[in-house]
């Protein structure tokens, strides 16, 4: 078997741009599963320091649009330029809740990881994000969640003490009834993903985890905690 890409990177190098699961082995699984060919638009939205436009780029050959709110577009630029991807990754700072600067039908491709939940966890981002997309074009989000239903009055013990409302934790089926209310998307894959576990592992090696994370996971947190998938094809 193949050594996934992931693995082969470089460790320091993702242990200091991680900022949460490692977004760069879970963007690999995700591109796994999606029809992506060199040279296509890809929209990496919320790319935080731009480890998945990396995958998307340097492994698949896609052209990337790596726009996040809170990394500045210019401290991106500078690490893809030490990569040799200037030419492949184009930085941008975006508030995906505000106006969107780009050309409706541009990207054959939406990408978001461990980030769609703090700005689409609700009915208004699909619709005005889906006119960005060609026709028959892919959006496709990864979110942490959890395996079950859990709110403030039934948490479980290990979670209680830490959970906070800006988690924005939900399970697998309280995202795929959102996306089902959008009636120009045709959803093509809700599942849990296989690389949860292994990267919530990789992020607990940075030291941002050991001092936010090795509590909650101490506490034994971690084994309610899920990744969600969810692509969708506009019609």
Known sequence: MNTPFTDRY??????????GPNAMRITEELAGQLPITPGMRILD???????????LAEKHGATVFAADLW???TENAERFT???????????????????????GYFDM???????????????????LLPYLKKRGLIAVVVPGFIDHYDEGNLP?????????????????????????EPRLKITSVR???SCGKAWDDFMECPMAQEEMAPIMKAGAGHYFNLIELVGQKI
């Open 45 to 55: 939205l919320g790319c935080g320091t731009g480890i998945s436009s990396i995958l």
């Open 71 to 73: 990394i500045p577009p």
């Open 10 to 19: 470089d460790r320091q190098f993702l242990i200091d741009t991680m900022m």
């Open 192 to 194: 849990e993903m296989d």
């Open 157 to 181: 013990k290990e979670v209680e003490p830490f959970w906070a409302p800006n988690w924005y934790f939900h399970p697998l089926n309280w995202w795929k009834t959102l996306w089902e209310k």
């Open 110 to 128: 939406i990408v978001s990881v461990d980030a769609w939940q703090y700005f689409g966890g609700n009915e208004d981002m699909l619709p005005k």
């Open 82 to 104: 030490r990569l040799g991807l200037d030419s492949t990754i184009i930085p941008l700072s975006i508030d995906a809740t505000k106006e969107i600067p780009f050309a409706h």
